[in-house]
């Protein structure tokens, strides 16, 4: 169940009812992954939930703490939201003055607007460039015609061949005559000079209003009451949205909630029910998993899971142990360059299993045949499972089968079709495959790898000797080379 009072974590954090920082380290990675588990393991809830849960993990790892001690800044401020005093509601946009350029039209019947076919392709490529086009805004805006009519006047098509000659000057063969034809529509173009509509240039950001080109005249805000009242303050179900509003309607005297004044606010926090609401988040809590009651009755305790702090410090294990193999990504040793293999990411922070790749890509050549049409057509080619480290060696192989594998004697053949009166053989035809194994073997990353032969080798020896050689460097290196298993076998002929 979701209800009215219920945010994301994210939202709550940025709004200041947790901090970013742990008072008992300042070590980055561990302030990483514990204020990351905070914020997932409480989800979406209360503000109070997460204000409570961030003081106590801020207190220490293992530390028991009563609803007393988490009286602070954070959960007097969550009040304030829990109470109801701060909503989210809705205020009205602030109202700029336009600076851009303001086209006055006759009409804005839609029969009568046109625009240029691919108006916001050029201004992308224009401002790739840099290039000066704000004289031309008016024909981006569009042109408005007589009726329903498709031609431009003199005038106008004065104005758009201006604008191509520019266009021309500047991205030349990106340039084709389709892209100024014009057609009916409403669109929006955004440039490095603002947005461009139907009624010219608005350069206002997007929580203000423009006087000439419009806006949205209200906005969603979390409001409170200079007299700190309460305006919500029933926490209802609701259904699954984003941006619930408890105000819907701007109420006049509200003002917006500002981050940088929480201090001032936290002053109207009551200290009876603040507590009172800590001791519901922690209940809730506690039912939730989130949190462990160590003692029972009057100053009760609670602390956050000891399993959950496993998970931090292996989080950050990991995390240290990852750093601490870095070498300098792209150093090239024999052949083998230094890069990033399987990466996961824990609360912002990359854990990188590094290895070393073939800098070089590497194929083989295999052989493959097609029987009764040459190329690659259908039935399909078979692989013979000939696999060449040289396309040349490929490229000769195939030619002498191809050679012997048309028969001489058209009665030995008895696959065979006429053709302009003239037999034809059909027979099977060879031909190669270039097959990329790059990615089929990486040395680990604390190995030396100076010792390891170059992946060209490394290749000739699979090739070579099969699993007999990869069973000799397999704590070494991860080889995937399984259809070379049969040269482990070698048949004695009695």
């Not at 303001?102 to 401002?127: F, K």
């Not at 990991?318 to 890069?339: C, E, H, P």
Request: hydrophobic residues 30%; positive net charge; charged residues 25%.
């Amino acid at each position: 169940m979701q209800y009215s009072k219920h945010r994301e974590a994210k939202t709550w954090q940025e709004l200041g009812l947790m901090g970013d920082t742990l008072s008992y380290t300042d070590e980055e990675i561990m302030t990483s992954q514990a204020l990351g588990y905070v914020k997932h393991t409480v989800g979406k809830a209360n503000p109070m939930d997460i204000a409570v849960l961030y003081s106590i993990v801020n207190k220490g790892e293992g530390v028991e703490v009563t609803a007393k001690d988490l009286i602070n800044d954070y959960t007097r401020l969550a009040s304030l939201f829990e109470s109801g005093i701060i909503v989210r509601g809705r205020v009205n946009t602030k109202k700029v003055k336009c600076d851009g350029i303001h086209i006055e039209r006759e009409s804005n019947d839609y029969g009568s607007q046109r625009r240029l076919n691919y108006g916001n392709y050029l201004v992308q490529e224009l401002d790739k460039r840099d290039a000066d086009y704000y004289e031309y805004i008016d024909v981006l805006s569009g042109f408005e015609v007589e009726g329903y009519s498709s031609y431009l006047s003199e005038e106008q098509q004065a104005r758009l061949d201006k604008f191509k000659e520019l266009c021309y000057a500047t991205l030349s063969s990106l340039c084709k005559e389709s892209y100024f034809q014009i057609y009916k529509g409403v669109h929006t173009v955004k440039s490095r000079y603002g947005k461009i509509t139907w009624t010219g240039l608005c350069t206002r950001k997007t929580d203000e209003v423009c006087s000439v080109h419009g806006g949205n005249k209200e906005r969603n805000a979390w409001v409170l009451s200079p007299d700190m009242q309460v305006l919500s303050g029933s926490n209802y179900p609701i259904s699954w949205t984003s941006d619930h509003l408890n105000i819907r309607v701007v109420r006049e005297g509200l003002t917006e909630y500002n981050k940088m004044l929480a201090r001032t606010y936290t002053k109207h926090a009551d200290y009876k029910t603040v507590l009172k609401q800590i001791n519901k988040a922690v209940n809730r809590m506690f039912k939730r998993d989130v949190l462990l009651q160590t003692t029972e009755g009057r100053g009760r305790k609670f602390k956050w899971y000891d399993h959950t702090w496993r998970r931090v410090q292996e989080k950050r294990t990991q995390i240290m142990a990852s750093n601490s193999k870095k070498r300098k990504l792209g150093d090239v040793v024999n052949g083998w360059i230094y890069s990033k293999g399987s990466v996961t990411e824990s609360f912002g922070m990359e854990i990188v299993n590094y290895t070393w790749k073939p800098k070089d890509e590497l194929f083989t050549y295999d052989i493959r045949v097609n029987y009764g049409k040459t190329g690659y057509s259908s039935p399909p080619a078979c692989t013979l499972g000939m696999k060449f480290l040289n396309e040349q060696d490929a490229i000769e192989y195939i030619q002498q089968l191809n050679a012997i594998s048309m028969p001489k004697n058209p009665q030995v053949c008895t696959n065979r079709k006429v053709k302009n009166d003239t037999l034809e053989f059909v027979a099977p035809r060879y031909n190669y495959q270039a097959v990329s194994v790059t990615d089929r073997m990486t040395v680990n990353a604390t190995v030396e790898v100076e010792i390891i032969p170059t992946p060209q080798q490394c290749l000739a020896y699979i090739q070579s000797k099969g699993n007999k050689w990869i069973e000799m460097y397999e704590d070494k290196m991860w080889i995937d080379f399984t259809g070379y298993s049969a040269l482990n076998y070698t048949e004695v002929s009695a």
